[in-house]
């Protein structure tokens, strides 16, 4: 394995990792979302501008990121060293 290969799995591998991390805090989020009252859902944290639903969607745009470069990235591998790592 060469070493570009290489940094690209280390890189693949802490992406997956953030992956998870992102996945523990979205449930954690919506867990919370489901336990709040509707009129808090109305009016509160989770209002369509509350701090919780802007942290959710925040969250849920840095998933989708993280996804794309996933995906990206193992294609590279599967392709072999292909293009330069992203600076």
Same mark, same amino acid.
């Given at each position: 394995m060469s070493k570009k290969t290489a940094d690209l799995e280390t890189l693949l591998s802490e992406l997956t990792h953030e /992956? #998870?991390?992102l996945d523990a805090k979205i449930e954690e989020l919506i867990a919370d979302m489901a336990d709040a009252a +509707?009129? !808090?859902r109305k009016t509160g944290d989770w209002a369509?501008? #509350?701090a919780l639903t802007r942290q959710y969607l925040d969250l849920t745009n /840095? !998933? #989708?990121e993280v996804e794309q470069q996933i995906?990206?990235?193992s294609r590279q591998i599967a392709a072999g060293d #292909? +293009?330069?790592l992203p600076h």
């Open positions: /992956r #998870g991390e +509707p009129e !808090q369509p501008n #509350g /840095r !998933q #989708g995906i990206d990235l #292909g +293009p330069a």
